[in-house]
């Protein structure tokens, strides 16, 4: 089946330091990506989604400013979490959805866990 | 807003038991349902998909029903085995875009 990946598989950085995720779908391109974030105890939540070659839709109450998207390829999405407090310390999942298939039709990367001390 | 809700959080049970995982939502106006996998370290794995128009699916051992009117779904585990321990998450969709999970499961098998 088709694998999406996600790099790195987690991270510690400084408070007010930038990191980048990347995700990326190795076996097939994808249009569409997505961004979840989960706390510990809850739910995944959509963050926004990437489409290549435009500007990513956020979710409400999502600061763009902050979570930096980029789709730059057909098969890469990096998310940059800029200025990162320790708030912002979760577990960052992307899925990529297949191309012409369904829309639920999504991969889902094996997540990063960010920690920011 | 959707709201999805599992139950229980977490499940202990030895080998070869049956069990049930349970998931609501509130908002009944879904477009399909669908049960997950999440190992750790892995991504999220699809289980079971059901339409809103389907009742139920079946896969191996697995079984999940759907009522949607009610906002319920469970997912039948029939002869657990270790390596079903996992977390499981169920998921609602409204369009097809967007999913709403659930907190999980969390399923220790014990051998």
């Known amino acids: 089946g088709a694998v999406v990946s996600q790099h790195p598989s987690w991270v510690i950085c400084k408070s007010g330091t930038s990191v980048k995720i990347e995700c990326r779908s190795l076996?097939?391109?994808?249009?569409?990506m997505f961004w979840y974030r989960q706390f510990p105890k809850q739910s995944l939540m959509l963050m926004a989604t990437?489409?290549?070659?435009?500007?990513?839709?956020?979710e409400q109450g999502v600061e763009k400013d902050k979570f930096l998207i980029n789709h730059a390829s057909l098969t890469l999405s990096t998310l940059t979490v800029t200025s990162a407090h320790p708030e912002d310390s979760s577990f960052y999942i992307c899925?990529?959805?297949?191309?012409?298939?369904?829309?639920?039709?999504?991969?889902f990367g094996p997540g990063t866990r960010l920690t920011v001390t | 807003k959707q709201e999805v809700t599992q139950i229980p959080a977490a499940l202990s049970v030895p080998e070869g038991e049956n069990l049930v995982l349970n998931c609501s939502f509130t908002d009944s106006a879904i477009y399909n349902l669908q049960w997950f996998r999440q190992d750790p370290g892995k991504g999220l794995t699809s289980l079971l998909l059901?339409?809103?128009?389907?009742r139920e699916q079946t896969s191996g051992r697995l079984n999940a029903s759907l009522d949607k009117s009610s906002g319920r779904s469970t997912l039948y585990i029939a002869a657990s085995q270790p390596g079903d321990s996992a977390t499981y998450l169920c998921a609602v969709t409204r369009t097809g875009n967007q999913f709403y999970f659930g907190t999980g499961t969390s399923l220790t098998v014990i051998p």
């Open positions: 899925s990529a959805r297949v191309p012409r298939g369904q829309p639920y039709e999504q991969y």
């Open positions: 990437s489409n290549e070659g435009s500007k990513a839709t956020y």
């Open positions: 076996d097939f391109q994808a249009t569409t």
């Open positions: 059901i339409q809103s128009s389907q």
